[in-house]
């Protein structure tokens, strides 16, 4: 009997030690699961054309987080709910904003920012974003410009064994039928004071060669990410110079009928060509091999025909020479409206820059293939536009400033 | 990996040698002896023992070797848990003895293979998965995966006066593999090492103390034959989620590790009569490593289980024995993801980490088993009810899933000895759970998909209610001097409205 309450007293012992270690255990374990979150902070860098005054009038920030995968779309302006977990992220801006111009006018322009592999953490909340200003309908841009040429056998020239790409830049299929390729007329090397009003170079956009890509409107389209590769010849020319590029898998070629019995251009049957609505030369048209003129797409107002093109925009002429200092006439040149442009870009090397053919709407600076025109180093290479980041899709997005210095760089073409 | 198979199987060998050579020390085992231990009142005290070495002194005072081979068959129309498979083929060959050496020392050891194949395995290319999840390497075609997998352990306790101490180790290597695409090849090496102290404070009780430390190690290789698959191999980190960092064919292998401590306080009767206690806590760290970026840790968990177990025997008049028992059980789990910044090639610096995975399951139960005995036969009946709740959520994206069971069951059990050659076993029994499901919450949880597809018919089977029974038949005979038993046994559960589970399983075992 005695061992009986000795036994009874031992399991209320134990029971009451069971649970209080329990009871320990529960209360020491972490039952709130919930996630460290931290504030959305942007360092952000404006483009110098941005005033200090400006009105953010909407826009939406994506930050897609890497490691998880999983996205946070934040309404612009941000507000003090705006958080995010720590992570590695992916951020894709853009936002309407309103400010004075310099002519006292009102506007509203779209910013955009991409960065990539931003870390945000408990050491580290804020991302820097470097936001330009972005026109939506930019949605194709050159990805890569090939002019120079490779080096010939002689060592002593470019091949024609050039090249550009044009890159789908947004998260859309777009369409490139239609798309005219233009070279300016006017080099980025010469001091030439324009007087005609309207060749001014903050007026239009004047041009020498007007190359349309051919299609019925949806006939070329680029998925996102993806570009198409347009050349001078869709040739191999590796069988001619080792080193050079084999172009059989372009996608389209520019072709011209020349009038010269002495120079003649090779047309492969494989790859379409280009539609010619004009070019100033009368045998066939060679991309800037010094790369001292500027390049733009042209997307023409719908239902615009070569012949009605050529018919209502010449773009003849007066100019002053820098040389001479006499006034002489510019020709065999054509308009074309900074409406119509979706991308432009300078190119010019460094000691021979002037002023650049094209708006600084279009492009502030330019880029620059070698410091001397006739440097020999250039050829081989070609302009590639730098990668800003990879957008809330997924996509790569290249830089797109409108400041051809800063998006683009000068890498090997093999 | 044929030379640590060699090594294993020598190792087998080894310690099948061994357990003959105690056993031929003992006293020779009678058929009444065996009936009791195979009692279910004294399986489940002699359980308790087991927890702290020191303690084994104290489990029975008959030796007991055996030799033993058993098949089960396992089938389930829709998998109870798709990472478990559904349904398993094993073969096991085990041999094991429990051995006095005398009043004050006893030694234990067993050994044992396993081999078979688990069946349409999912989204986990590792094995043991409820000890290494949520964070597994996997994929939607999944497959069987053949095992083999050996065990060895043995222990010695000895007495001093009032005192006792006891050491004890066991091992498992296994090894799984999948010979077609993905192809699979898991091993696993998990060592287990702990030691006991007791004090007997009466004549009727013994309270005792043990510390055990675990160390685990798997390592997962993942392959792929055809160059041209389309297996996409998600790391996954619980509930539907995964790091889509790290997903693709790139990242084939990974690799586990824990080290673990466990604690245990007893207090055990020494004669079987009165009070038997036990507490237990257990916890390890997991960490999953993937092998194809510099062993880069991208989770762990902490792991907490604490059991419980309170029995108390009284022996009535009349043959009539009660061993009423509180059974509980709580396992809690804290998931925690290593977050990395931008790569530099194949290096990622870790920039912090988030813990948003937790899983947590409890089980209470009540029993009351009733022995009646009179002569050489004896009749248990043991009605039992519990309660059991699992719980799992993931804090971003929110998923919260979860069920709790009300389990009632009457289990029974009747043994007989007949004329001086024959043992009887015959035991059934059957349980209802009635499931009571949590408001689940499974946000941006795509259900279409073959991943989401998991959790949801993961979730149907743990919210299901379930209706078992089960039925077992064995017979002992003395041939020589072994006794010889053959038992069959089966089971089946109903998971309502989700499908029927099969289990069977038939040993043959000497035992001496």
Redesign the interface.
């Known amino acids: 009997m005695t061992s009986n309450k000795i036994q009874i007293k031992n399991l209320f012992l134990s029971v009451a030690l069971c649970s209080a270690m329990g009871l320990s255990v529960a209360s020491c374990s972490d039952d709130d699961n919930t996630v460290v979150t931290y504030p959305v902070v942007i360092a952000p860098t404006y483009p110098a054309e941005l005033p200090s005054s400006y009105t953010v009038e909407s826009g939406t920030i994506t930050y897609k987080e890497l490691n998880s995968g999983r996205t946070y779309t934040f309404e612009l302006p941000l507000t003090d709910s705006d958080v995010i977990p720590a992570g590695t992220y992916d951020i894709d801006g853009q936002m309407e904003v309103s400010f004075v111009n310099d002519e006292g006018t009102s506007v509203t322009r779209t910013l955009r920012a991409v960065a990539s592999q931003q870390v945000i953490s408990s050491t580290a909340q804020s991302a820097s974003l470097k936001w330009f200003f972005y026109n939506p309908s930019n949605t194709l841009v050159f990805g890569e410009i090939y002019f120079a040429g490779s080096l010939n056998a002689a060592g002593t020239n470019g091949l024609y064994d050039t090249y550009f790409t044009i890159y789908n830049n947004t998260d859309e299929v777009q369409y490139a039928d239609g798309l005219a390729i233009v070279e300016s007329k006017l080099l980025n090397t010469d001091a030439n004071v324009i007087i005609t009003p309207a060749n001014q170079r903050e007026a239009n956009f004047t041009v020498q060669t007007v190359y349309v890509i051919p299609g019925s409107g949806q006939d070329v389209a680029i998925a996102p990410g993806e570009s198409i590769k347009i050349v001078d010849q869709a040739i191999d020319w590796t069988a001619q110079v080792p080193g050079a590029l084999n172009h059989t898998d372009a996608d389209f070629e520019w072709y011209d009928e020349s009038t010269s019995a002495s120079v003649k251009d090779t047309d492969n049957p494989d790859v379409p060509n280009l539609d010619k609505w004009y070019s100033y030369s009368p045998t066939i048209w060679i991309a800037s091999n010094q790369c001292n003129r500027s390049y733009a797409l042209v997307r023409f107002p719908e239902g615009m025909t070569a012949e009605q093109y050529l018919a209502e925009y010449d773009g003849t002429y007066k100019y002053i020479s820098s040389v001479t200092q006499k006034e002489m006439t510019g020709t065999k040149c054509y308009l074309v409206k900074y409406d119509w442009i979706i991308d432009g870009v300078n190119l010019c090397p460094v000691e021979s820059w002037i002023q650049g053919a094209l708006s600084t709407s279009v492009d502030a600076s330019y880029a620059a293939i070698s410091e001397a025109k006739t440097d020999k180093n250039r050829f081989g290479k070609k302009f590639v536009r730098k990668v800003a980041g990879v957008s809330a899709a997924g996509n790569t997005v290249l830089m797109d400033t409108n400041d051809s210095a800063k998006d683009f760089e000068i890498v090997s073409a093999k | 990996m044929s030379e640590v198979s060699g090594f294993q199987h020598r190792l087998t060998l080894i310690a099948v040698a061994m357990i003959p050579f105690f056993g031929v020390m003992a006293q020779p085992l009678s058929l009444t002896e065996l009936q009791r231990l195979s009692q279910p009142v004294n399986a489940a005290l002699m359980q308790r023992y087991e927890s702290n070495p020191a303690t084994m002194l104290f489990r029975d005072s008959v030796s007991l070797s055996s030799f033993a081979v058993s098949g089960e068959y396992d089938r389930q129309d829709k998998p109870v848990m798709e990472q478990l498979g559904d349904g398993s083929d094993l073969f096991g060959v085990s041999a094991g003895s429990y051995t006095r050496l005398g009043a004050e020392s006893v030694v234990w050891g067993n050994a044992s293979f396993l081999t078979g194949t688990y069946r349409s395995v999912r989204w986990t290319d590792c094995i043991d998965y409820s000890r290494v999840a949520p964070y597994v390497l996997g994929d939607e075609a999944g497959g069987d995966l053949s095992t083999r997998s050996y065990r060895f352990s043995g222990g010695y306790a000895r007495g001093f006066s009032r005192w006792t101490v006891g050491v004890h180790a066991a091992y498992r290597a296994e090894i799984a593999y999948r010979n077609r695409d993905p192809r699979v090849k898991t091993v696993v090496s998990d060592l287990d090492i702990a030691l006991g102290g007791g004090y007997t404070v009466?004549?009727?009780?013994v309270i005792g103390l043990n510390a055990g430390v675990n160390i685990y190690n798997q390592s997962c290789d993942l392959d792929f034959y055809n160059p041209l698959n389309e297996i996409n191999t998600y790391t996954l980190?619980g509930m539907g989620?995964?790091?889509?960092?790290?997903m693709g064919n790139a990242n084939k292998n990974s690799g586990y590790s824990s080290f673990g401590y466990s604690l245990g306080?007893q207090?055990l009767p020494v004669s079987g009569q009165?009070?038997a206690?036990t507490?237990g806590?257990t916890g390890y760290r997991m960490e999953q490593q993937l092998r194809n970026y510099n062993n880069l840790t991208l989770g762990y968990t902490d792991n907490?289980i604490?059991d419980?177990g309170?029995s108390?025997r009284h022996q009535f008049g009349g043959g009539i024995m009660i061993q009423p028992t509180i059974d509980?059980n709580?396992f809690?789990r804290?998931g925690t993801?290593n977050?990395?910044?931008?790569?530099a090639g194949s290096s990622y610096d870790r920039?912090?980490?988030?813990?948003?995975?937790?899983f947590e399951r409890s089980r209470f139960g009540l029993s009351v088993p009733v022995r009646f005995e009179k002569g050489r036969t004896s009749i248990t009946l043991t009605p039992d009810i519990a309660y059991e709740s699992e719980k799992e959520?993931?804090?971003?994206?929110l998923r919260r899933l979860g069920a709790s069971h009300v389990i009632s069951g009457l289990d029974a059990d009747f043994s007989a000895v007949s004329g001086k050659s024959w043992l009887w076993n015959l035991s059934a029994g059957v349980s209802y759970a009635k499931a009571d499901p949590m408001e689940e919450i499974l946000t941006d949880l795509e259900q279409d998909t073959p991943l989401g597809q998991c959790v949801l018919s993961n979730y149907s089977m743990l919210k299901a209610d379930r209706s078992a029974f089960n039925v077992s038949a064995g017979v002992s005979r003395p041939v020589m001097n072994f006794i010889v038993t053959l038992r069959v046994a089966y089971r089946m559960t109903d998971y309502k409205g989700e499908g029927l589970r099969h289990g069977a399983a038939v040993t043959l075992a000497a035992e001496f």
Do not use: C, M, V
Not at chain 2, 393 to 397: E, H, I, L, R
């Open positions: 009466n004549d009727h009780s980190t989620t995964y790091y889509r960092r790290f306080l207090w009165g009070l206690a507490l806590y907490d604490l419980l309170i108390y509980g709580q809690r804290k993801e977050i990395f910044g931008s790569s920039i912090g980490s988030s813990s948003p995975y937790r959520s993931y804090a971003d994206p």
